[in-house]
DNA sequence: CGGGTGACTTCCC
DNA sequence: GGGGAAGCCACCC
């Protein structure tokens, strides 16, 4: 209703953008929330697609592993630190920061 | 329409 | 904990 089923990427934008200030999602997060778990590569492919325009930082890999190497890797830690992630070791807390529930 | 690609995920050693 | 391989999916040319 509020949609008319938008093209992939759009969905990936609107989960991305619905992550919440001092948390982080997986890419699998993300793209269940898009709805295809499975497309995980995709969100990661369209978020570098889509640009600056939402909060790709708060996006990373199972466990909560920075996939970015180089440079954007390490301003993305930085830019979670930032928002009050914690990182342990060079991986965010997802028990504390992550959408997902903690078991 | 077909093929190549990737910031993935998961399993196994 | 680290390394390698396979599977999966949608986008781009």
């Given at each position: 209703?509020?949609?008319?089923?938008?093209g992939f990427d759009t969905k990936i934008k609107a989960a991305v953008r619905?992550?919440?200030?001092?948390?982080?999602?997986?890419?699998?997060?993300?793209?269940?929330?898009?709805?295809?778990?499975?497309?995980?590569?995709m969100v990661a492919f369209t978020l570098k697609r889509a640009g600056r325009?939402?909060?790709?930082?708060?996006?990373?890999?199972?466990?909560?592993?920075?996939?970015?190497?180089?440079?954007?890797?390490?301003?993305?830690?930085?830019?979670?630190?930032?928002?009050?992630?914690?990182?342990?070791?060079?991986?965010?807390?997802?028990?504390?920061?992550?959408?997902?529930?903690?078991?």
């Open positions: 209703m509020i949609e008319a089923m938008p619905r992550i919440p200030k001092g948390k982080v999602a997986t890419y699998g997060e993300v793209a269940g929330a898009a709805g295809v778990p499975r497309a995980a590569r325009t939402l909060p790709w930082h708060r996006v990373v890999g199972a466990g909560g592993r920075i996939l970015l190497r180089g440079e954007p890797g390490l301003e993305q830690r930085m830019r979670l630190e930032a928002e009050g992630v914690k990182f342990r070791g060079g991986r965010v807390r997802m028990e504390s920061h992550g959408v997902r529930k903690a078991t």
